[in-house]
């Protein structure tokens, strides 16, 4: 019934950019936490961004390792999150997944009820 599809990821050389795309259907996600995280091979689930709305005002929320290269938005009338990466290194390389959750907030992957299937990102050096 609810179903969140990533899509945007491929194969960039380091110092590319990347724009990931979140659209959900079956329900209207403009009310909910929308984050990204991301595992690479043999590593842990780990957060990436996150965006709440509350009323006219945005949340965003950022990794330390991405901030200031990513950027979190998103497109309610869309039902569309997105995440821009820009200056993007090999350590970035991972299947990226979107997830929502009720609520402001949400750094952890076990807050979030909701999850895509995943798109790869794969920086070369």
């Known amino acids: 019934q609810v179903r969140l599809v990533e899509s945007g990821g491929g194969l960039v050389q380091a110092g590319d950019s990347l724009r990931l795309s979140c659209t959900a259907s079956?329900?209207?996600?403009?009310?909910?936490?929308m984050g990204w995280f991301r595992q690479a091979p043999g590593k842990e689930r780990e957060f990436v961004s996150a965006?709440?709305?509350?009323?006219?005002?945005?949340?965003?929320y950022y990794a330390d390792s991405v901030k200031g290269r990513f950027t979190i938005s998103r497109d309610d009338s869309k039902n569309t999150g997105y995440l821009q990466m820009n200056s993007l290194k090999p350590e970035d390389t991972a299947v990226y997944y979107c997830?929502?959750?009720?609520?402001?907030?949400?750094?952890?992957?076990?807050?979030?009820?909701?999850w895509g299937q995943g798109t790869q990102v794969t920086v070369s050096s």
């Open positions: 997830a929502v959750k009720e609520g402001l907030g949400g750094l952890t992957s076990s807050a979030y009820s909701l």
């Open positions: 079956g329900r209207t996600v403009g009310t909910y936490t």
């Open positions: 965006i709440s709305r509350s009323g006219p005002t945005y949340y965003a």
